[in-house]
């Protein structure tokens, strides 16, 4: 889902410690949570709201790799995809 987009990182007054290389990631349900936000500026929120709300909250309580596959409702983003480990 998110992880192959770079997440934009503010750098701090204070600087970062030594040897700390930690770069940010993206929470496996973003994508689902700025739908959430773009439909509420599209139109009648207590219409447009609910569907991308309803996917958000699935994906929030399924396991890592479980979210929903259905396609975002107003992000231009590809539906997100599960990976297949073969063994």
Known sequence: MSETRPVPRRE???GRP????REPKAHRC???AEDVIQ???EGNPF????GPFKLFWQCMRS???EEPREPFTYLPLD???REVKLE
């Not at 030594?18 to 290389?21: L, M, N, V």
């Open 47 to 50: 219409k447009t709201v609910p």
């Open 79 to 81: 539906p997100p995809t």
């Open 18 to 21: 030594e040897g700390d290389h």
């Open 30 to 32: 973003n994508d689902r």
């Open 12 to 14: 701090s007054p204070w």
């Open 39 to 41: 439909a509420c500026f």
């Open 63 to 65: 396991k890592p790799g």
